[in-house]
């Protein structure tokens, strides 16, 4: 975790120490903590019930004897400014006295590495796994177009509800940049095999290097949850990369996948795709109808209460895994 506020734009996006409750403040006596759902070095994640409203919510805790709570903070300064159906949204936050909180939605079926490692994939095809990547670029797409980069996409951080719904999450190292570019303090920590050369080499990050991510991201979708670079030493990944390395092409993964994946692996930032065009790409990956339309129609067939509206069309064009 990283211990310096982020550049500032028009408004601050970190709070003070002692930030000042805004609108966003809970009364912490409302929240009814369930169970434990994960943690980390910092702190908790727990489910929670939301008395006032009988909502279920994730509450993510700082334990009291951290130094992260600038960290904390800013994470919960950044979700404030950030609506987007695919990621996670704030409900309110408890800073008026430690324990801090931060609230967020409920996501039903946990994390989308665990969830694919245990699907069925007779449930979760071709069509939703690529479904699932839309939705993620799109959620990135909105962060690029605002300067912010997220520094820690990987499937563990997004999570999944029903109808194959998938949010990002973690906003704990998301940063506002400033010259498009953001250059982390030293000794910064990052995940490696998610990590773009520039980040691992410079600690230099933009939304090229989340692009970089969104890569070894979707080559995790399409493995069903697989570790990338299996086999390989961490100490060892950036100079297989710098020497022209990437991972070959998953079983059965279609070659147009496969190549936006290699676009994405591109060493100079420059030749790297935007997220817009990422998203593009993937909505449009069937020829006569969009991703969308193909998993409202797939959700159909398997329940008809689930799906949103009926599409006319044809089968879709995508190879299965």
């Not at 509450?59 to 996670?88: Q, R, W």
């Not at 994939?121 to 796994?129: D, G, K, M, N, Q």
């Not at 998610?194 to 410079?202: D, Q």
């Not at 086999?231 to 998953?250: A, F, I, Q």
């Amino acid at each position: 975790q990283l211990l310096y506020p982020a550049p500032k734009r028009n408004k601050p996006a970190v709070f003070a120490l002692s930030p000042e409750p805004d609108e966003w403040e809970i009364d912490r006596t409302d929240i009814v903590m369930k169970h434990r759902l994960g943690g980390g070095q910092y702190g908790d994640v727990y489910e929670a019930l939301w008395k006032r409203y009988n909502l279920t919510v994730a509450v993510k805790t700082l334990k009291e004897d951290t130094m992260a709570l600038k960290d904390f903070l800013e994470e919960a300064a950044i979700m404030k400014e950030m609506k987007h159906p695919n990621l996670v949204q704030l409900i309110g936050v408890c800073t008026r006295e430690p324990p801090f909180y931060i609230i967020t939605e409920f996501m039903a079926h946990g994390n989308l590495l665990e969830y694919l490692r245990n699907c069925s994939r007779e449930e979760i095809t071709a069509v939703v796994l690529m479904y699932m990547a839309t939705q993620i670029a799109s959620a990135m797409s909105y962060l690029e177009a605002r300067s912010f980069i997220h520094r820690d996409l990987a499937a563990r951080n997004c999570l999944v509800g029903d109808c194959h719904l998938v949010k990002v999450a973690d906003f704990g190292l998301a940063r506002l940049m400033r010259d498009d570019t953001y250059t982390a303090h030293a000794g910064a920590k990052f995940p490696i095999k998610w990590t773009a050369p520039e980040g691992l080499a410079y600690n230099k990050f933009s939304t090229k290097s989340d692009v970089w991510a969104f890569g070894i991201l979707l080559w995790e979708i399409a493995t069903y949850g697989m570790s990338p670079y299996p086999g390989v030493d961490l100490t060892d990944v950036y100079h297989m990369l710098e020497s022209g390395y990437r991972m070959e092409c998953p079983p059965g993964c279609p070659a147009r996948v496969y190549e936006l994946m290699r676009q994405c692996w591109q060493w100079e930032t420059t030749d790297r795709p935007t997220f817009q065009e990422i998203h593009n790409t993937l909505e449009n990956m069937f020829q006569n109808s969009s991703i969308t339309e193909e998993v409202e129609r797939q959700l159909e067939k398997q329940s008809p209460a689930m799906a949103y509206k009926k599409h006319p069309g044809s089968s879709p064009q995508l190879e299965p895994w």
